[in-house]
């Protein structure tokens, strides 16, 4: 009797040492919200809960450390003034109650309905980079990405080739650039950028839907991105570095560096403290693109300091009158340039002393990033346009 006491002792003691490790591994599985429409949802296919991409995406992961919810619903639109808004969808408050860790959107092919996109398609920017944000500012604080619509055409439904290549996607890569979140190119995966995409092992008859064999070939792209190790940028000799790739992109604090800033560039020289982070477009034959781990930089190299705090002054800032007063270290040609804060390029200019007032009255009330470059000098910094 003594022993089995014993025994049964030692089991509830194992038990209680293993839930909570039961619990952990439980606690710590990545979940995977995906967001979009019918192609999401697997309209069509005969079991969408084993057959639509994100069931097979989760095969593909495991069940054990991973969660992928299906929050695709037929039909609906990105643009709020769609046909079928996806925003007023019970999905899309399902999906942020899910506190996902990754976000994958792909919505846009009922956008390219002529009807919708005639209308509204100059609002799909702006609403597609709304919903981003939406997504960003969860508490689980998941990172976001978004997919190229796959290829496809049904005239009786409005959805023409053109409109999928030429107006969805081009905006959707636009999106992704502004936003600085990653791209995945299924677009090009469905071999869209051929004349023969069509290819009845991948698409349902109506030129539009993912076949089983289809949706696995999302199931493997998204999961492949998702996945991947995250490229890492290097700050040396006062230079910011990115790993090799086909094209790169530049952010500092969120926003986008502009190409006059040398935002599109493989190194980049920091003037200003605060956190990096570069789109790198991984494939020379597709759109693809990761960002990178963000790196924070909290002290210039010496030089640069200087550079930055005694080579340029701008004054008065904030900034209530219709000039700013410019001085710098230059006596040669500089160029200035002023971005709101979308990256939008508002002034461009050229100084040709190391003084000179230049015109601002055109600028609303607002916070605007300044460059100024010339031979000597590299200027960043930020203006305050306040009403008079």
């Known amino acids: 009797m003594r022993e089995l006491k014993i025994k049964i002792r030692f089991y509830l003691l194992f038990i209680g040492l293993l839930l909570p490790l039961v ?19 697997g309209y069509g296919l005969s079991s969408p809960a084993t057959q639509s991409y994100p069931a097979q995406m989760l095969g593909l992961l495991g069940a054990a450390n991973w969660e992928v919810g299906n929050f ?29 860790n990754q976000v994958m959107i792909e919505l846009g092919t009922n956008d390219a309905k002529t009807t919708n996109w005639n209308a509204h398609g100059t609002e799909f920017v702006s609403n597609y980079k709304e919903m981003i944000q939406v997504f960003q500012n969860l508490s689980s604080k998941p990172e976001v990405w978004v997919g190229l619509i796959p290829p496809g055409q049904n005239v009786s439904w409005t959805i023409l080739f053109g409109y999928v290549k030429d107006s969805v996607n081009t905006k959707i890569k636009q999106i992704a650039l502004e936003s600085g979140v990653g791209l995945i190119d299924l677009f090009d995966g469905f071999n869209g950028n051929s004349i023969n995409w069509y290819n009845s092992n991948y698409f349902q008859a109506d030129s539009i839907h993912a076949r089983t064999a289809g949706a696995t070939i999302i199931a493997q792209k998204v999961k492949e991105m998702m996945t991947s190790i995250k490229p890492e940028i290097t700050y040396s000799n006062g230079n910011l570095s990115a790993p090799k790739a086909y094209a790169y992109q530049w952010y500092f604090n969120d926003a986008l560096i502009s190409e006059a800033e040398d935002g599109e560039n493989q190194e980049l020289k920091p003037t200003q403290t605060g956190k990096y982070k570069v789109s790198l477009k991984i494939n020379s034959t597709n759109e693809t693109r990761i960002i990178s781990k963000e790196l924070e930089i909290t002290k210039l190299s010496s030089a640069l300091e200087s550079l930055r705090k005694g ?8 900034v209530s009158t219709n000039v700013l007063d410019i001085e710098t270290s230059e006596s040669g040609e500089s160029k200035v340039s002023v971005y709101d804060i979308t990256g939008k390029l508002v002034i461009y200019t050229l100084m040709h002393s190391s003084k000179e007032a230049i015109p601002i009255g055109m600028l609303s009330a607002g916070l605007y990033f300044i460059q100024i470059n010339s031979q000597s000098v590299n200027f960043k910094s930020q203006i305050i346009k306040i009403k008079s």
Do not use: H
């Not at 619990?23 to 999401?40: D, F, H, P, R």
């Not at 080579?311 to 904030?318: E, G, H, Q, T």
């Open 311 to 318: 080579a340029v002054k701008i004054f008065p800032n904030p």
């Open 23 to 41: 619990s952990y591994s439980q606690a710590i599985k990545q979940k995977i919200a995906c967001v979009g429409n019918s192609i999401t949802f």
């Open 72 to 100: 695709g619903v037929s039909s609906r639109t990105m643009l709020k003034k769609g046909d079928k808004p996806y925003w007023n969808e019970v999905a899309y408050t399902n999906a942020k109650a899910f506190l996902p």
